[in-house]
T-cell receptor
Framework: NAGVMQNPRHLVRRRGQEARLRCSPM?????VYWYRQLPEEGLKFMVY????????ESGMPKERFSAEFPKEGPSILRIQQVVRGDSAAYFC????????????FGQGTRLTVV | QQQVKQSPQSLIVQKGGISIINCAYE??????FPWYQQFPGKGPALLIA?????SEKKEGRFTISFNKSAKQFSLHIMDSQPGDSATYFC?????????????FGDGTTLTVKP
């Protein structure tokens, strides 16, 4: 009964490269949420997705960031042309999506932009 | 996004003592208030959660106290142990299918001294 799986755990990118972060939700979960955590700060909501749909992207930066959750396969958070300020831990959470059900977090991907 | 304010930023407690972390929120639409525990290099793990229809919830050594009129809630850790040393985050969400979209506090780093 695997939990939320994120990979890679650590990712190093040079400025200007693209970063792709993957998240496989828990079995039976069809709702995925991405969060970003800067050092010494709390988690900030980025985007909420269901299969093939973006439900709420109010926390996503307007440029360079995109997310998808295809019918098959993991959810992907894509950051194009990374900059040093993108260095952070990115967490994915999943839930069943029913009313008042909790979300479970993955171990996160720590992105370092050099 | 509405803010959730958490205090203190850091807390040192002797083994066996009581750890108290406080949070205040603004958005009266919030109806689900979880607390997460995070160890270094790991994702947040749900510790205990409360809904505003009760004023207190206890699970083992962990208790949430909730004051709806003051829009405040707190986590009490009784008989604190060195293994409790971690970062604790309060959060708030509007429940429903958006239970996974939470607004987090900035965290409290708890150190329990043996």
């Amino acid at each position: 009964n695997a939990g939320v799986m994120q990979n890679p755990r650590h990712l190093v990118r040079r400025r200007g490269q693209e970063a792709r972060l993957r998240c496989s939700p828990m079995k039976g979960h069809s709702h995925v949420y991405w969060y970003r955590q800067l050092p010494e700060e709390g988690l900030k909501f980025m985007v909420y997705l269901q299969k093939e749909n973006i439900i709420d992207e109010s926390g996503m930066p307007k440029e360079r960031f995109s997310a998808e959750f295809p019918k098959e396969g993991p959810s992907i958070l894509r950051i194009q042309q990374v900059v040093r300020g993108d260095s952070a831990a990115y967490f994915c959470a999943s839930s069943r999506g029913h009313a008042n059900t909790e979300a479970f977090f993955g171990q996160g991907t720590r992105l370092t932009v050099v | 996004q509405q803010q959730v304010k958490q205090s203190p930023q850091s807390l040192i407690v002797q083994k066996g003592g009581i750890s108290i972390i406080n949070c205040a929120y603004e958005n009266t639409a919030f109806d689900y208030f979880p607390w997460y525990q995070q160890f270094p290099g790991k994702g947040p793990a749900l510790l205990i959660a409360i809904r505003p229809d009760v004023s207190e919830k206890k699970e083992g050594r962990f208790t949430i106290s909730f004051n709806k009129s003051a829009k405040q809630f707190s986590l009490h850790i009784m008989d604190s142990q060195p293994g409790d040393s971690a970062t604790y985050f309060c959060a708030a969400s509007s429940g429903g299918t958006n239970a996974g979209k939470s607004t987090f506090g900035d965290g409290t780093t708890l150190t329990v001294k043996p």
